[in-house]
């Protein structure tokens, strides 16, 4: 069964619709990438998972229940994850902190979810003290993946998770996130570095001005010509 | 030289350290609502005016009972509870008809300002009109810790050292205040909260983090420094409307230089405003009287601004650090 | 003009009929006066935030500055005062303005790297020291000079007209030096930054008495119109009064504020033409692209800093004429009146009210603002009055509300405002 099915989507912000009829669905432990050009609408499809933007139409189901009305905070706790590109830790608080404030809405307490994520990135044990603020690119990105993980989620959403990287930086990074879904949480993925991020999808979606242009598993958009030739450079 | 170290510490340090305190309450509370609610509070000093006036009605009524148990302290200090919960309730109500609209329509931060200004005018022309515009005194107790004639007779220095009651009290509450303030942002889950949606409002929101709670209790953290700043300023000094809307200028002042938004910076903004205003209009012709030989003592006061321009030390301090480092001395919010 | 906007003038001007016809016309003409400088404060302010956005909260220190113009260029000069200290006054302020202006420059120049600092702050304490030698003594002097009636240096004894421009000149001076400083500031901290200068420039008025005589006030400053006195003894105006059938005291004090009036009105006029000549102008839609969007106008090679500097001198010079108008109509230069509640936040609430953008908004809001501003006041007394009727006179709710009636305007300024801002935030004539 899949873990969200979003069929239909369209909407944007005020007047103007940025996604039309778009539709994509993601199974348990599996990744699923979103690629296309520039302005395709990438970004604004997390948003319009996790109900940061007001869809006109369209439907959500997330593990079998309706979630297209329900507010942001009520996603998060039913197991959505994101990680926006841009600003997506707090600089000002220490790297526990930063993960503390993750587990915001988890009750119980939290150190069993910290030392699980603490042993999936051992850098951030070792800087747990340290403001966010003075962590690496590639330490803050881990961080940022971190934070989302500390609700444990079964979902999360990575808008552009290797933006701004070194390449080797964004070997790691990928690493991490599969080592992420192997543990069993599903990823939707938003990436500029499509080659890359297609390797390891196991499903993948092309996306141009807001609409499906292509789908198929990361292998087979890799090898479709008109795929290779349009968005990923020959 | 120890006389000299008793008239500075008497004129100079003892005031700062009480005023200081105080700005620094007031600072906080400007600095907070910036960081959360970002936008400069200029309704601030009529806040606090405001929760004075509570204040002095709680203690008019504590008096009238009879009520002396706390005697030499003055009765006002058992006041301060009350009005500050009186202040709680009055800014989330204005939270709730006034602010709130702005904050979800995503108003930018200078339509709030402008906003603020129109609850300014209200609440001064309230306690205008309710207690008037009249200087209200409501200090009962022991004036004075140490008297100037007990000092000499204990030191027999020739110069006394006279510490009111009120400027301990002015102190004292505020390093307990700041003490609990900081427990709060950095301990407790609210306050870490707190922190990051100050920090970072989106992904604050993305962790779960409902805005309605950081907002209210960033009001009930500003109510309880305004009750507490106000009635301490109007004990130690007196009560007066129009003198607790002059104050918010020096408090903006305490909370820009320290960097608009940082807690640690308005402490510090606080008492660095103090101490200039009070060290750069104080003659210094007494201490030197004590240092120098009588010869050498100059005819002038030694008064390197004129005392008409106390207030003038805090904008110009306000002015200059603006110009030169927008974000405070001390490093304000980088958002 | 809409058929809309007409009827809020002609409402306007019907209340101040009102007014002449239940209070008294001498009460009804002191109120247009005031509201026509009202008027003329708000496109001021209209100009700055209207069309370009700036958030000046300094209002107060521009209309005292057109207000000392008036002291200075028609106050007769104290000539004992300037024997005694007036030629070392102005060294005194020579050598500051050397001191600051010479420092300024060497240090943008060169700026020297080692001991630059120190050596800086050296050269200006001599500087400072060098001031206050100058300085004190001089200013004791000229404030020992017939403390009661002078003790200051007086002005230049020429005509009181033409302190209206110099008040408008003496505000854009200073507003270029403010500008030049404050306006790289974001806004909420340019309105922190302007609402200090305006104090400290207050400030400065109020304790400089060889200037200003600083509390003890300058009064009895010449008129550009006539003397009550003087129309009162002529004989072709008590003969003009008894044809009219009007009470020759109450007359000769009518035809003072009738002509003052004019001569407003004519100022009114000669601003608004400019301020709405400028708004249409290719200058005026550039102005309101950098308000709307700062960035992409600078991305389009506008040089943002300029313009704006451009409006915020342009509008305090407005400022400064008024303020200039105001000291003149009421004959008297007070320092310590100078009140921000008074003379900046008030002038906000009439140009958000009216309208930011439109001139004729900002006129309405002047006009409409400053008959509330005086009108709170009886009509909450009546109001209350009428209320607490059943309540025995000397009961003290009774006696304290209606003490407390003098203080409503503030309440309700404060409820206008966020009415007005919450409701219909364009104000009451939009923009176009």
Known sequence: MNLLTATNLSGGYGEVDILHNLSLTVERGKIAVIVGPNGAGKSTVMRALLGLIELRSGQIIFEGQDITQKFPQERVILGISMVPQTRNIFVTLTVEENLEIGAYLHDEPISVAMEEVFSLFPILAKRRNQMAGQLSGGQRQQLALARALMMSPKLLLLDEPTAGLSPVVIDEVMERIKQIVAAGVAVVMVEQNAHKALEIADIGYVLVQGRNRFTGTGSELLSDPDVRVSFLGG | MLDAAIVLANFVVIPALSYGSLLALGALGVTLVYAVLRFANFAHGDTMSVATMMAIYCTWWLQSLGIDFIRPLPTALLAIPFAALGTVGLLLVIDRLVYRHYRQAKAPPITLVIVSVGVMLILHGLSRMIIGVDEQRFFDGGRFIVSAGEFKEWSGLKEGLAIKSTQVIAIVSAVTLMAYLFYFLQRTRTGKAMRAFADNEELALLSGIRPQKIVTSCWILVAVLAAVSGTVYGLDKVYKPFTYFQLLLPIFAAAVVGGMGSPVGAILGGYLIAFSEIGLTYAFKRVAGHLLPPSWVPDGLLQLISTDYKFAVSFTILVAVLLLRPTGLFRGQAS | MSGRDRVYFVLCLLLIIGVGIFQSWNVALTMINFALISAILSLGLNIQWGFGGLFNVGIMGFVALGGLAVVVVSAPPVEEAWRAGGWRVLSALFVAVLAIGGSLFVWKRWRPKKYGAVSLVVFLTMAFVLYRFLFDPAVLAIEKVNPALSGFLGGFNLPVLLAWPVGGLLAAAAAMMIGHIALGLRSDYLAIATLAIAEVLVAILKHEEWLTRGVKNVTGLPRPVPYEVDLQQSIWFQEWASQLGIDGIEASSLTVKLCYMVLLIIVLALIFTLCQRALNSPWGRMMRAIRDNERAASVMGKDVKRRHLQIFVLGSAVFGIAG????????????????????????????????????????????????????????????????????????????????????????????????????RPQGLIPER
């Open chain 3, 324 to 423: 200039a108008m105001m000291t003149t109509l009421d004959g008297q230069f007070i320092p310590s009146s100078y009140q921000p509640l008074r003379f900046t936040f008030l002038i906000w609430i009439m140009v958000i009210v009216g309208g930011s953008g439109n001139n004729w908004g900002a006129v309405l809001g002047g006009l409409l603002i400053w008959f509330l501003w005086i009108q709170v006041e009886p009509i909450g007394l009546a109001t209350i009055d009428f209320l607490t009727k059943p309540l025995h006179p000397t009961s003290p709710l009774r006696v304290h509300l209606i003490d407390s009636a003098a203080h409503m305007r503030y309440v309700m300024m404060g409820l206008f405002l966020l009415l007005v801002l919450r409701f």
